[in-house]
């Protein structure tokens, strides 16, 4: 069987695969003699199959080996031994218990923001040593990034990294995951610090928001947005986040090399500055109960979980007491609010239209007629109300999937104050009926 988890690799023990990519599979292994866990990478054996392609695949391994044997820094983890002539060649680093950054990069699993914020502090540690050593990654994202149980950062697979020192033959063309590659990257230019600084860049985006920047539907129309479109600005996909870390990633995220931060110490010093100004944090418990509050509205029945949380931090919650004009006539509006508890009253040209009660929008119009943005009504709380506020503009640029659940919500929120609004001016109609003399 070809996904068979062998027995043994080496004088290593095996207990089960961690995981596999294109060039090989890595299996959790023991060392007997140390008594410790150890991660074993061993190659595919059908890349073996041909003679020339097997060299060239053992001349990768062994490029790897030398450089990954350069690196003792606290948060990239060791390699502690290696056996390029076996069948097939495999090499062996320390265990990490924990999982990489790409099970953290989804809207429903999004890390605290003083957590990412130190994740991309001890990554941009980490570079700046391996700048020092000559070398730059050229694959930095999620899955090559391990988060501890423990909380500590891991940077794994230097196995296409270029070494700037060296004269050995390595990897050419296009290295690296489309998704995070650098623009000087696709352009195959020379390649320095500034490359792996703009794919972590691309990695502190997705933790922050669940979304990658510049993704398109191939890979060549990633490539070709990494190179020519400017980023959505994060905290308009989340809106918690200060405007500081906005400057912060959308420097890093800058077309141009020198426009991002000159050195890794200057991408340490502004995260160290960002991280000092936070406020306290919100609980995870508050998290769970505006979760769980949004669950239980008739709005979101078609909405699923990863749709929720990613509408969680798309939005601003906002409480207001009885009294406040949430929504003015005539005022020009980019935004609608779904009202979350209590109730507000619709009122037009002084008139009293409606009450609305908790699970519903309003001013929703704006984004349905964006050609029309000036508010057609008064929104104003009739009682001590809590709102979701969600920017036109930050829906247009959320997933596809958030954009469709709405689409679909308003569409049967609409029908059914249609549907309201006929019955009323049925029974209108009937009141006001002449009586029948026959």
């Known amino acids: 069987m070809a996904n068979a988890v062998p027995a043994t690799i080496g004088k290593y023990r095996i207990e089960r695969e961690l995981g596999r990519g294109a060039s090989g599979v890595v299996y959790l292994g023991l060392d007997g003699l140390r008594g410790r866990k150890v991660a074993v990478?061993?190659?595919?054996?059908?890349?073996?199959?041909?003679?020339?392609?097997?060299?060239?695949?053992?001349?990768?391994?062994?490029?790897?080996?030398?450089?990954?044997?350069?690196?003792?820094?606290?948060?990239?983890?060791?390699?502690l031994d290696a056996d390029e002539e076996a069948e097939p060649p495999y090499l062996v680093f320390e265990y990490v218990d924990g999982q990489p950054l790409s099970h953290h990069a989804r809207p429903d699993a999004l890390l605290p923001l003083s957590q990412v914020l130190d994740i991309a502090f001890k990554c941009g540690h980490a570079l700046a040593y391996a700048e020092r050593q000559g070398l730059v990654h050229r694959d930095i994202k999620p899955a090559n990034i391990l988060l501890a149980s423990d909380g500590d950062v891991k940077l794994v697979d230097f196995g296409a990294a270029l070494s700037t020192r060296s004269d050995a033959t390595q990897l050419a063309g296009l290295v690296g995951s489309p998704s995070y590659m650098s623009p000087e990257q696709v352009r195959e230019e020379s390649l320095t610090h500034h490359s792996d600084m703009f794919s972590l860049g691309v990695v502190l985006y997705e933790l922050l928001t669940g979304r990658r920047p510049f993704d398109g539907e191939t890979d060549f129309a990633t490539m070709y947005r990494i190179g020519h479109d400017e980023p959505t600005a994060p905290g308009l996909l989340r809106a918690s986040l200060p405007p500081e870390v906005d400057a912060f990633v959308l420097q890093a995220l800058a077309k141009a090399p020198q426009d991002r931060f000159p050195r890794w110490a200057d991408w340490s010093d502004a995260l160290g500055a960002l991280s000092r100004a936070l406020p306290r944090q919100k609980s995870q418990d508050t998290e769970t109960e505006r979760f769980t509050c949004l669950r239980t509205l008739p709005f979101f029945a078609g909405f699923h979980d990863v749709a929720l949380w990613e509408l969680m931090r798309l939005g601003s919650w906002r409480r207001a007491p009885r009294g406040t004009a949430l929504m003015t006539e005539g005022a020009p509006g980019d935004s609608f609010c779904i009202l979350i508890e209590g109730q507000v009253g619709i009122r037009r040209q002084g008139w009293q239209l409606c009450t609305l009660d908790a699970g519903v929008t309003f001013g929703e119009m704006t984004y349905l007629r964006p050609e029309?943005?000036?508010?057609?009504?008064?929104?104003?709380?009739?009682?001590?109300?809590?709102?979701?506020?969600?920017?036109?503009?930050?829906?247009?640029?959320?997933?596809?999937?958030?954009?469709s659940c709405f689409d679909k919500a308003f569409i049967k929120l609409l029908v059914g104050r249609l549907v309201a609004t006929n019955e009323q001016v049925a029974e209108w109609d009937l009141v006001a009926a002449p009586p029948d003399d026959s």
């Open 41 to 79: 990478k061993q190659m595919h054996a059908h890349l073996l199959a041909e003679p020339a392609q097997a060299a060239r695949h053992r001349r990768q391994l062994r490029q790897e080996a030398a450089l990954a044997a350069q690196l003792r820094h606290p948060n990239i983890v060791r390699l």
């Open 372 to 403: 029309s943005p000036l508010r057609t009504a008064t929104a104003v709380a009739e009682s001590e109300v809590l709102v979701l506020k969600v920017r036109n503009p930050a829906l247009r640029g959320a997933s596809e999937t958030l954009q």
